[in-house]
């Protein structure tokens, strides 16, 4: 066996240690599952059997599953063959009618957490650092080895569904008190003598739903109060999800299904819910972007083949406003010291009080301690001096979105570069090199383009200028690693990938009003499409100056160029809007939307007036196409004109940056979902009718020509 | 009768044994009846839009069951959101009932088109545990004379002289008759059931018991004595005083077994039928129900069926397939002196419930579709269809092909 051990560890006590031969992790393999399977079988005839230890040799008990044998959608049969065996092999191992305990020493996630559930003991290492649960269900998927039944045999259905649909691991101390483990120990010598003690002192040993008068905590679907709950729960879960998201539903139905069957049976339907869910397009979507592109993406595939770059050991920002002030935390937070600089020091102070004010809602929540607080707050030095940010490795500009502006802080501070500095510019609508001539080496000028609020916001996209250089590039990309956010890569270009394409989002939503379409229909169809704000409400947020700014910029440096901007129908609507009737969004009070103090906000009731209401009322389907189309393929055009260098980060990107929904897998993923070639006859469709913005790329007639995928 | 009422189609799921062993355990009964709706609808090319009704026999509407399945499964089957639903509950008779009930609306032309049918997922839904006032109200029990159908079942046959003998015998052909039907693929209006992965959950009457012989039977123990002597017994006696002690002869053998299951029946006017170019098979021709003594409760069939024959104007002659539930071997061989059958030769002829069991809600549509099935193989006419019931009813459908 290459991932099972088979030890003796003493008079009929048998150990199996799981340590994947070469491999650095234990991960649940279709050879593991062989592996089990044998190990269990050599179990069940073994001689004078007194008890069984599960324990690992590696850092962690087990890592969780292969997702490859997953992805690409492989058949039912074989699926459900797969998910059957690793559940017999388990049942197999609690009724050998001996104690079975599992060591828990270092992470235990997935399918090795389910195969601890099947042990009668689980003893785990008192390490806040170990994690242990079954996070899968964020990636969209079910788990494999029966855990869902078996939690709800051990916490009833009601905390069962809490616990299964939430997916957050937990510290063996935490775990301890849902009572999914039994024991905790200081000590890691002293795991095994403890699993020891518990199989000599227990001889015979059932799971608890396996004991003569077990009954289901809380009760099945029948009792009357469960059966409230039951009543309930797919509309709480419809609240959170809007439907989009099938395996919390599908955990909910094994859950109810299985409540009233035996255990084979419940067994049995949840293999058929994984092997559903599993094949669906939603779990296929959210594993190709969030686990294999994103590791791709973590692993540096479009970092420059560089040696790691030197730790960066002083960050200096520029500007303590709303992005200044965050990117100053993101910096502190992961523990390096830094310099934050605006032109008075009461700015830089109210900058770093601001800060405060999220840490100090951290400490209420109990994420940090009051310590940890003043600790990191000290690494922060505000300043209205320049030279305080001598020998910085990083200096970061995030001055408001003016070219001179930003020109001068940028040359006021360079000379206090460290000799490995560079120096990145906050920017999120502004050419990069554009801006890189105010700096004398230009090659160590990048974008690194934080979101808003940056102490949320994990994505950071960072942008290449012309004359940015591959030292740089790497340079900036470990950075962001390190203050553990995301870092996708783009090539320069008018609002780089994100504001680009997150624009078109916010624009259709306009044109659609501009249409003559109920308000309220195209806020329900963003949500519905599975967007976090209703394009009206978002245009709010971001105001309706900073797009008619950002237009106008935009017209003027192409008719610079002697090239015009397209119009857009939205442009009609925001020139109403703001000088009509003076309506600029969320922060001056009115919008889309009204901003009665201490009420809800609410639709401007007099929009369906200004933008007469059509009679002909486009289906929720077709908006949602409509919202979701203009995305995609603008994300194609950025892929085809090198902004975007790859797949994954156009992918990431949309679910990082705007939060383009993840059962979708982000923009490309949307099109290999839909389907090419059913992606370029709708938009030809969308294009004769709405208007030339829905063209097909040439490199999606391409793709479809040649049966590709975007990969 | 105004119109004619045609059955366009009649379909039913395979039999599962009724409990934890049983293939049909783990699915639940809207997703068994909606699976039949669905094969019903791509069977039939079905505009569901077009349906008026859809009405469903289900004896313990309760849990996963309640609340009126029929409604329920034709929306979980994604058939329009405009067609009704409704269930009904005449005991082992529902499935009949629900089809009779449609051909009425549809002959009575208030109606053009309706599903009847039936389910009962007995493995999930336990017999009886949706109570009941006859036995769960001591008033209603004391004063009606309530005794479990077993009690009546060995009554009945004990008042008959029927020996054990004879009803094993009658056991074994339909246990022999069952396995042949089934070898021989005689059942073509059963539709397997898979999973939401198109994986095959089940294809055959699970309950059949391949090879059985008379000694398998024999050696069977007597099912309702317990029960009789706690003093159910006594109670029958009560209203038999010819009878001096009740022969416990039904065995678990000798009686339908317990199963789980889903069937539906398109019925429809000659006129909905052409337009939406379904092809007819039978129509229904006369139905008849009745009400007898509760206690011995299951003498029901006969009466019914000659109510059934009279209505149509035909004897028992005219009929050339006779399809009488198995609930106990008692029940068929009292129908069978009640109408003067002799032999066995046109009756259940591909076996019955015994070997293959009785979900209760489904039964009498699934026998629907098993008469049909068979005139068409032999090419005949015309069947008969019959139930006992609880409570001492009995129901029969009088069928024709067209």
Request: glycine residues 30%; proline residues 10%; negative net charge.
């Given at each position: 066996m290459n991932t099972i051990e088979y030890k003796i560890l003493g008079p009929g006590i048998v150990n199996l240690v799981l340590n994947a031969k070469n491999q650095s992790k234990n991960i649940i393999t279709v050879s593991f599952i062989n592996d089990l399977q044998t190990s269990v079988d050599q179990l069940a005839s073994e001689k004078g059997l007194k008890g069984v230890i599960i324990s690992s040799d590696k850092a962690s008990f087990a890592d969780g599953i292969d997702f490859n044998f997953i992805i690409n959608k492989p058949s039912a049969e074989k699926l459900f063959t797969l998910t059957e065996k690793f559940k017999s092999s388990l049942r197999k191992l609690e009724t050998l009618g001996k104690p079975v305990v599992s060591v828990i020493s270092g992470h235990c996630l997935s399918g090795g957490f389910e195969m601890a559930l099947a042990s009668h003991y689980r003893i785990a290492l008192n390490d806040d650092k170990i994690k242990i649960g079954l996070p899968d269900i964020k990636l969209g998927i079910l788990p494999i080895g029966g855990a869902i039944t078996r939690i709800s045999r051990l916490m009833g259905l009601q905390s069962a569904f809490g616990y299964l649909t939430d997916g957050k691991t937990l510290s063996p101390s935490k775990t301890l008190e849902t009572g999914l483990i039994h024991k905790i120990v200081d000590n890691r010598e002293k795991l095994i003598p403890a699993a020891i003690e518990w199989i000599n002192t227990h001889p015979q040993v059932l799971q608890p739903y396996d004991e003569k008068g077990y009954r289901l905590p809380g009760g099945n679907i029948m009792h009357p109060k469960m059966a409230q709950i039951i009543t309930a729960a797919p509309a709480v879960l419809i609240k959170k999800t809007r439907g989009n998201y099938p395996a919390p539903a599908a955990v909910l139905s094994v859950l109810a299904e299985g409540s009233v069957t035996d255990l084979d049976a419940a067994f049995r339907i949840e293999s058929r819910y994984f092997v559903k869910i599993a094949r669906g397009n939603v779990a296929q979507n959210m594993l190709t972007t969030l686990w294999y592109q994103f590791n791709d993406l973590k692993k540096g595939n479009n970092r420059p083949e560089l040696p790691p770059s030197k730790p960066v050991r002083k960050v200096g920002v520029l500007g303590a406003g709303m992005m200044g002030h965050g990117i100053a935390y993101a910096a502190a937070r992961a523990g390096y010291q830094v310099v934050l600089k605006d032109v008075s020091m009461e700015m830089a102070v109210r900058g770093l009080k601001k800060i405060e004010a999220i840490l100090n809602k951290m400490v209420e929540k109990g994420r940090i301690t009051p310590e940890k607080k003043q600790q990191l707050l000290k690494r922060i030095n505000p300043t209205d001096n320049p030279k305080d940010l001598q020998g910085s490795d990083l200096i970061i500009e995030a001055v408001f979105e003016n070219r001179d502006l930003k020109a001068k802080v940028t040359q006021e501070a360079e000379p206090f570069l460290s000799e490995r500095g560079i120096f990145a510019s906050n920017t999120s609508t502004l050419p990069i090199s554009s801006l890189a001539p105010s700096l004398s080496r230009e090659d160590k000028f990048i974008g690194l383009h934080f979101f808003s609020p940056v102490h949320k916001m994990q994505l950071v996209e960072i942008i290449k200028g012309k004359n940015t250089s591959e030292e740089t590039l790497a340079q900036a990309f470990d950075y962001v690693l390190s203050i553990k956010k995301i870092p996708i890569v783009v090539n320069d270009s008018r609002g780089f990938y994100t504001s680009r394409v997150f624009s078109t989002y916010v624009e259709e939503g306009l044109a659609l009003l501009s249409e003559g379409q109920n308000p309220q229909c195209i806020e329900s169809a963003g949500l519905a499409a599975g967007m976090p704000v209703g394009p009206l409400a978002l245009t709010d947020e971001i105001t309706l100056t900073l797009v008619e700014h950002i237009n106008k910029q935009t017209e003027a440096d192409l008719k610079a160029q002697g090239k015009t901007r397209p119009s857009h129908p939205a442009d009609a609507v925001i020139e109403k809007m703001i000088h009509e009737f003076n309506r600029k969004g969320r922060s001056s009070g009115a919008g889309f939307y009204d901003y009665p103090s201490g009420e809800p906000k609410h639709l401007w009731e007099r929009l369906p007036k200004i933008f007469p209401l059509k009679e002909t009322v486009l289906k929720q389907d077709e908006m949602i196409e409509r919202l979701m189309f203009i995305q995609a393929i603008e994300s194609v055009r950025c892929l085809e004109e090198g902004v975007l260098t790859s797949v994954g980060d156009a992918n990431i990107g949309s679910i990082f940056g705007w939060g383009f929904p993840a059962f979708k897998g982000g923009t490309l993923q949307f099109i290999n979902d839909y389907g090419l070639a059913r992606f370029v006859e709708k938009a030809k469709y969308l294009k004769n009718k709405f208007g030339k913005r829905f063209s097909v790329p040439p490199l999606l007639f391409e793709m479809t020509a040649l049966e590709k995928t975007f990969r | 009768m105004s119109r004619k009422a045609i059955i366009y189609d009649a379909i039913r799921t395979p039999r599962g044994k009724g409990k934890r062993t049983g293939s049909l355990y783990e699915v639940t009964p809207v997703r068994l009846l909606s699976l039949v709706l669905k094969e019903l609808e791509k069977r039939n090319h079905l505009d569901t839009s077009l349906v008026d009704d859809v009405i469903m026999g289900c004896?313990?509407?309760?849990?996963?069951?309640?609340?009126?399945i029929a409604r329920t499964a034709a929306l979980y089957a994604n058939w329009d959101v405009d067609v009704p639903g409704m269930q009904l509950n005449r005991f082992c008779a529902s499935g009949l009932e629900a089809v009779n009930v449609a051909a009425a609306k549809v002959a009575s032309g208030f109606d053009n088109l309706i599903v009847g049918g039936g389910v009962e997922v007995m493995s999930r839904v336990p017999m009886a545990s949706d109570g009941g006032a006859w036995f769960l109200d001591p008033d209603v029990s004391i004063q009606t004379g309530f005794v479990p159908q077993g009690i009546s079942a060995d009554l009945l046959a004990t008042m008959e002289g029927f020996t054990r003998r004879d009803l094993d015998e009658l056991a074994f052909i339909s246990q022999t008759r069952a396995a042949e039907a089934t070898k021989k693929g005689y059942f073509k209006s059963e539709v397997p059931v898979y999973d939401q992965n198109g994986l095959l959950i089940l294809d055959h009457d699970e309950h059949i018991r391949m090879g059985t012989t008379m000694s398998d039977l024999a050696s069977l123990k007597p099912a309702f004595e317990a029960a009789g002597n706690l003093g159910f017994d006594e109670v029958a006696l009560r209203k038999y005083p010819m009878v001096s002690k009740i022969n416990h002869l039904h065995t678990a053998g000798n009686s339908s077994g317990i199963v789980d299951g889903a069937t539906a029946v398109l019925v429809g006017s000659e006129e909905i039928g052409k337009r939406l170019a379904l092809t007819p098979r039978a129509r229904i021709v006369s139905m008849g129900l009745v009400a007898t003594e509760p206690t011995i409760m299951l003498v029901g069939p006969g009466p019914a069926s000659l109510k059934a024959l009279k209505k149509a104007g035909m004897t028992v002659d005219d009929m050339d397939l006779i399809e009488i539930n198995e609930a106990f071997a008692g029940v068929v061989l009292r129908f069978l002196k009640d109408l003067q059958i002799n032999d066995l030769d046109r009756v259940n002829v591909n076996g019955g419930a015994m070997a293959m069991g009785h979900p209760l809600g489904a039964t009498g549509a699934m026998l629907l579709s098993t008469a049909l099935d068979e005139l068409e193989r032999r090419d005949k006419e015309t069947a008969l269809i019959s139930l006992c019931v609880g409570g001492g009813m009995g129901i029969a459908t009088i069928i024709q092909r067209i």
């Open positions: - | 004896v313990t509407p309760i849990g996963e069951e309640g609340g009126d």
